[in-house]
């Protein structure tokens, strides 16, 4: 974890919003244990790499239509399209027989409804919680989001959808929408990633960023740091936790503050008042 010493980089940020898939809960564990257990005893596969095709498909499509391209802003029916585009494909074909249906397809789609949060995401979001607003900025739909805040225990204030916002993420409306609808200066904001493009579209819009390492995920390099440490991102943390203590001590350091300003007005209104007599 790192942050400037000489002024703690979460002072007045009133709200938190999270990039979800990857940030917030494990995907990768999440959709593989699920297809293994679905295909259990029918077919033995690599179902870590089906998991990571399906995901990158809808990289690929979220990214297209962030740019401008046409496509859905629901990610239920973006998921469904890719998986059937990838049981129609050589690598995969073999699984169709056993996902035939609509219904054993919209079963698999909804998997990505019920994947688990990291150690310390449940923990982390109350900690949050106690000291300002958290939701969800995703490019997940509304019901995808419910549905894993209620399987998982994330305790949101708000949900901040693509499905509501126009677009997906790195697009300008998502940022700039949850601030409007939060009705919240950029500054007041931080946008929580494990993506650096995420983060890095936040901050030219003017948000606070706090970088959150995660096993696996792509667009993370190596060398990511906070300004600090002669980085990009406002703070750099390893947990949920480790931000929420960096937030903790700022809403110390405000008290303070405001401890202090207070004890200047009473001085100074004693000296206007000796003036007067």
Known sequence: ?????????????QAFVFDTFGTVVDWRTGISRQLRARFDGIVDDDWDAFTAEWREGY?????AIAKGAQGTLNVDVMHRQILDRMLASPRWAHLAPHVVTDAQRHELVLFWHDIPGWADTTAGLYALKKHAIIGPLSNGNVRT???????GDLPWDVILS????GSYKPNPKMYLGALQHLSLAPH???MVA?????????A???MRTVFVRRPQEPDAPDDIRAKSDGGEVDVYAESFLEVARVLEAARRE??????????AGRREGGRELRASL
């Open 204 to 206: 030219s819009h003017g």
């Open 145 to 151: 989001l419910v549905d894993m805040a209620k399987n």
């Open 254 to 263: 405000e008290q303070e503050d405001a401890e202090r300003a207070r004890r």
């Open 59 to 63: 990289y690929e499509m979220t990214f």
């Open 188 to 190: 007041q904001c931080a």
């Open 162 to 165: 693509s499905e509501l916002l």
């Open 194 to 202: 494990a993506h650096i493009y995420d983060l890095r579209a936040a």
């Open 1 to 13: 974890m790192s942050a400037p010493h000489s002024e703690n980089p979460l002072k007045g940020v």
